[in-house]
């Protein structure tokens, strides 16, 4: 979410940033490729990988995109693979091994260029990726437990969209060989790398929703403590639509890792002609008493807040507790963009709400390449809060193309890409109550992903019960769906309140 005046809410298509991107795994890809050939059979001892120094070409090897086997530079022998991202293409090869169930591996190439990411799918287990972004030789490695039915996996590298050129070069699966030989596959037009949950997973039913006094379907909307030449608001002022209303932002105490402090911004106060701090409470318990949760949103595009640690999740759970106790609000809104660290902050997520209690909210807003799969440090801090979670509003813009849980590639801005995002995320493990649709309030609120409000309502429609979907229809219908979000409060009101007057009273009407 952006602070700056007419700056898009994220950069399009942004370089993900260490603690978001070293978990996700690869995106869309587009173009044709070279048939997979057998991984287990032919490859050296000790290493499950055909032809991974790329000595043969790219013998072995499925690649989408511009790829080829260099000669030079090369970390050893006598080729290297060079692939080059499209706008559209990380330009991803891969190959399918036999591995034994139960075992464990270690996975290992030596790579060079921009972001260059390395990782294996279909383990039965957690999916490992990790990347690096050097402009020398480096080695990456990771290492995963295959499942109990697990007999092959594929391991992938591939670049990021509309970056330079990586290299990569003995690629190397460490470990016992299956027993199996994977059956050669074409790689198809548009593939998936890998698809988010290929095959449906029953969602967990161990949790049940946290008793918070919001309604079955909820809006949120983003209110703006700053002004960015949007439509400055008090608190008083936000529409009526709203359920959840999150003041964006806090900001880090800079002496104190994993602080937190609030204070009226007084551009804000100067933008509205005055509003004082003792009107700004004030408003907080008027929309509280109109039923409506007023919750802190910590991060936005520009926030560092860092909870790396248990030390700095004590410091940020007891300056929250203290804010929250200060002004009343009803919970913490976490829209970190600029890392997430899902073991400490959890932990810390549920220090404070042990401190603030019953009632608590707990709302998210990551970006897109966060929740592409259970891998991703947010989704990881989705599931380790499920207990204590309301809802989960990924901004489904500034993103481009992704794959949805049924491996096709869909483009932002369409009813198809949110629905499909939104069954990944069912599907990798939140209630459906626990999930929302994040967009922007207006084509000026956001660099790319903007939807009309029917497209929003179409979208919930088609979750809920099946109807008035695109293209992609959910394998399942999820009628607690939660409802939508939007930034911001003020975009919208700068917009004639399109997205209020549509969007709330089509939530507000789902059974």
């Not at 070409?57 to 090369?74: D, E, I, K, M, R």
């Not at 290992?108 to 972004?133: C, E, F, I, K, M």
Request: aromatic share 8%; net charge neutral.
């Amino acid at each position: 979410m952006a602070r700056t005046p007419n700056q898009p809410a994220h950069k399009r298509r942004r370089s993900p940033l260490p603690a978001v991107a070293a978990g996700a795994t690869a995106l869309a890809l587009a173009g044709g490729g070279l048939a997979l050939f057998a991984g287990g059979a032919g490859a050296a001892v000790g290493n499950l990988v055909s032809n991974g120094g790329f000595d043969s070409g790219l013998g072995g090897w499925s690649c989408t995109g511009a790829a080829t086997a260099v000669s030079s530079p090369v970390h050893s022998g006598t080729g290297a693979l060079q692939a080059t991202p499209g706008a559209a293409d990380t330009a991803e090869c891969s190959q399918t091994v036999s591995v034994l169930p139960g075992t464990s591996y270690t996975l290992s190439a030596w790579v060079q260029g921009p972001y260059v990411y390395l990782g294996a799918r279909g383990t039965g287990g957690t999916d490992p990726s990790t990347w690096s972004n050097q402009t020398g030789w480096n080695q990456l490695s990771t290492t995963f437990t295959t499942g109990a039915n697990a007999t092959s996996v594929t391991v992938y590298l591939h670049g990021w969209y509309g970056q330079g050129a990586y290299l990569a070069d003995d690629v190397a699966l460490a470990g016992p060989g299956g027993t199996g030989t994977p059956s050669p596959t074409a790689t198809p037009t548009r593939t998936a790398t890998p698809s988010p949950t290929a095959t449906p997973t029953p969602t967990p039913t161990g949790t049940t929703p946290p008793a918070t006094g919001l309604p079955a379907h909820v809006v949120t909307g983003y209110w703006q403590n700053f002004d960015n030449n949007s439509t400055p608001q008090r608190l008083s002022d936000v529409q009526s639509a709203y359920d959840i209303i999150a003041v964006s932002f806090a900001d880090a105490v800079p002496t104190r890792t994993g602080a937190i402090s609030f204070t009226l911004d007084p551009g804000l106060s100067k933008a509205l002609g005055g509003y004082t701090d003792a009107q700004f409470r004030a408003d907080i318990k008027a929309k509280q008493a109109a039923g409506k949760k007023v919750v802190l949103s910590i991060g936005g595009q520009n926030g560092a807040i860092t909870v790396g640690d248990a030390t700095a999740g004590a410091s940020f759970a007891d300056s929250a507790y203290s804010i929250i106790k200060d002004y009343g609000f009803d919970g913490i809104d976490v829209d970190l963009e600029n890392g997430v660290q899902a073991g400490p902050l959890g932990d810390a997520l549920h220090s404070l709400q042990a401190k603030v209690g019953p009632g608590f909210v707990l709302t998210m807003a990551p970006e897109t390449i966060g929740m592409y799969s259970t891998a991703g440090a947010y989704f990881q801090l989705a599931l380790k809060t499920k207990d204590i979670l309301t809802v989960v509003n990924t901004q489904f813009y500034n993103s481009g193309g992704m794959n949805g849980c049924d491996g096709k590639v869909y483009n932002q801005g369409t009813i198809d890409f949110i629905t499909s995002q939104v069954c990944t995320h069912i599907q990798g493990g939140l209630r459906p109550d626990q999930v929302g649709i994040g967009v922007p309030a207006s084509a000026k609120a956001a660099g790319g992903g903007y939807v009309p409000p029917a497209v929003v309502n179409n979208a919930l429609d088609c979750l809920a019960t099946g109807n008035n979907c695109g293209s992609f229809v959910p394998p399942a219908k999820w009628p607690t769906i939660r409802g939508a979000m939007t930034w911001s409060t003020n975009w919208d009101a700068n917009n004639g309140n399109a997205f209020s007057g549509a969007v709330g009273p089509f939530v507000h009407k789902m059974p």
